[in-house]
């Protein structure tokens, strides 16, 4: 495509979105596999300080601009904006053309920042690069995957998750190929329903039918977030005054201007290891990680390398309670040959894991119980502020309804 065909008219912009480990990078490969989206551009947020889902995603003639590590609504959206603008002054320098640009946002991500950066009349514009921006991209689509295994927990728990189903004009249930047996059917039904509700609007599509067409899922459109409801265009308005408020705040401390949009009980953290791993010990890691965790195991992602069969790394992925099979590569997606695993959790802090993955491969019992032990009691603490906070929000609603009555 040419740089010319390119400047005819704006360049739409796809959000990827949708809970952690609800299969993001995997729709993402499938639809850069195909000849028609040669000519994408991609942008990959991560949450944490170590990079990996960009080495996951084959992009085959595309160009991959990632973003800098740490969730781009806690940026107030100034990486969209930053990277877009990179993107543009790359074309315009005759160095790349495309006709999309699809960012995959971090599952933790608020869209509501993000959106706000790309729609006319949003955040207000800071700078010659923001007005490039505005003339040059523009936002036209939000797709959400909906994991069918681990949706109404996250739904129930993770404010975010629901958010992102809200802003979302197109809803894909992931993993539907799982379920198996009548009840899981049932639940796949009954999630449907919640999401109706959530989002009345937007198609609910399976990823699993046989009429399934992913590249559809990013042809141009017109983006109206009026088209979604009154809790998307509140949380839009509140969006354009908080990034107005810290925009001035930013001019006296950057770094205390930055949002922590996820709660102190958040944790990212990383495992890097140089030799390979035994695969029976690994595996016995993640699966008494994920059952002594449970749902405050957010997600673990991570490529290893393993012992008798170094050449071929596994990509290893867990979520909540599911440990999913490894997936095999023929060969390392970089030159960096070392095992590395990327956690994001609630509230666990990353010694006791870190205990039980060194113990588990070196086949120490002992200290096993003892990381399972400090896991269990990190996992009690948040249930218990939550059952604190719900105490608390209950008192306070008993309290103005007694307050109404009297009225």
């Known amino acids: 495509m040419s740089k010319n065909t390119v400047g005819r008219g704006k360049i739409p912009v796809f959000l990827l979105t949708g809970f952690l480990g609800a299969g993001k990078s995997t729709l993402l490969n499938h639809v850069l596999q195909q000849p028609a989206f040669g000519d994408t551009a991609v942008i990959i947020n991560e949450f944490g300080d170590v990079a990996l889902d960009h080495d996951l995603v084959r992009v085959g003639e595309s160009r991959i601009t990632r973003a800098t590590t740490g969730c781009l609504c806690c940026t107030l959206g100034s990486d969209v904006r930053s990277t877009l603008y990179e993107l543009q002054t790359m074309v315009d320098a005759g160095e790349v053309a495309f006709s999309r640009v699809v960012i995959e946002t971090t599952g933790l991500a608020d869209p509501a920042p993000v959106v706000n950066q790309l729609l006319p009349g949003g955040a207000a514009a800071f700078g010659l690069a923001d007005h490039i921006v505005a003339r040059n991209f523009e936002l036209a689509g939000i797709v959400t995957l909906v994991d069918i295994l681990t949706a109404e927990l996250a739904i ?24 198996r047996d009548p009840a899981t059917k049932t639940d796949i039904e009954r999630l449907r329903a919640q999401l109706s509700i959530l989002n009345p609007s937007a198609p609910i599509i399976d990823w699993r039918k046989s009429d399934f067409d992913a590249a559809e899922l990013f042809l141009p459109r017109r983006y109206r977030p009026t088209d979604l409801g009154d809790d998307v265009t509140l949380w839009l308005a ?5 990034a107005s408020d810290n925009k001035i705040q930013a001019k006296q401390d950057d770094d205390k201007a930055r949002l922590t949009r996820h709660g102190a009980r958040i944790r ?9 791993v035994e695969a029976a010990a690994f595996q016995q890691f993640l699966e008494l990680l ?22 071929r ?10 440990v999913y099979p490894h997936t095999v590569l023929e060969r390392w997606p970089d030159e960096d040959r070392r095992t590395r695993l990327v956690f994001i959790t609630d509230g666990i802090e990353p010694d006791p894991v870190k205990q039980l993955f060194e113990a588990s491969l070196n086949s120490r019992p002992a200290i096993i119980q003892r990381a399972l032990t400090g896991i269990r009691k990190d996992t009690m603490k948040v249930f218990r502020f939550v ?21």
Do not use: M, Y
């Open 156 to 179: 129930e728990n993770q404010f975010e998750a629901s958010k992102q189903i809200a802003f979302a004009d197109r809803l894909v249930l992931t993993k539907t190929d799982l379920a």
């Open 238 to 242: 509140l969006e354009g005054a908080i």
């Open 268 to 276: 990212t953290f990383a495992i890097l290891r140089d030799e390979p």
């Open 290 to 311: 994920s059952k002594s965790a449970g749902p405050s195991l957010l997600r673990v992602k991570g490529i290893i390398s393993v012992e008798g069969d170094p050449d």
């Open 313 to 322: 790394p596994r990509i290893v992925h867990a979520v909540q309670h599911v």
């Open 387 to 407: 059952a604190i906070q719900g105490a608390r929000v209950w008192k306070l609603s008993a309290t103005n309804r007694q307050g109404s009555h009297h009225g």
